[in-house]
């Protein structure tokens, strides 16, 4: 079994932007993260769960310059998601997503939600 990290990131450590309402869901709140504070992100392919606004967020470093962002928690039955392998895996019952949260094998159904997520300086831009 692959190590997981787990992070509770408390908001003492990020600054939370509130963003527009965008009426797109529950991600229209930006949350800017020091990069220095992921340190599993400092390699490509390192990820990291962290929580904000008390949600599960699953970070993944695909490339020097491109992450990525999921909601945490498998759409099955809400066991945490984690990076192996170039997807997202659920060690509950064993459902996989591909990058794009697209369902690629289940019992899972409905696809893994995406965030945004963007680099702006030192700081990773979480939401919308
Ligand atoms: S909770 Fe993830 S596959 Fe069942």
């Given at each position: 079994?692959?190590?997981?990290t787990f992070l509770k990131y408390?908001?003492?450590?990020?600054?939370?932007?509130?963003?527009?309402?965008?009426?797109?869901?529950?991600?229209?709140?930006k949350y800017a993260i020091a990069l220095n504070k992921l340190p599993a992100l400092n390699d490509v392919g390192g990820s990291v769960t962290i929580k904000l606004g008390g949600r599960h967020?699953?970070?993944?470093?695909?490339?020097?310059?491109?992450y990525r962002a999921f909601e945490g928690l498998c759409t099955h039955q809400s066991c945490p998601v984690s990076y192996v392998k170039?997807?997202?895996?659920?060690?509950?019952?064993?459902?996989?997503?591909?990058?794009?949260?697209k369902v690629k094998s289940g019992p899972a159904t409905r696809p893994l939600a995406t965030i945004p997520v963007k680099v702006q300086g030192d700081k990773l831009i979480v939401g919308e």
């Open positions: 079994m692959q190590k997981r408390m908001l003492s450590g990020a600054v939370a932007t509130a963003g527009l309402l965008s009426g797109r869901g529950a991600w229209a709140k967020v699953l970070l993944v470093r695909l490339s020097q310059t491109e170039k997807q997202i895996s659920c060690e509950c019952h064993g459902s996989h997503f591909d990058l794009n949260g």
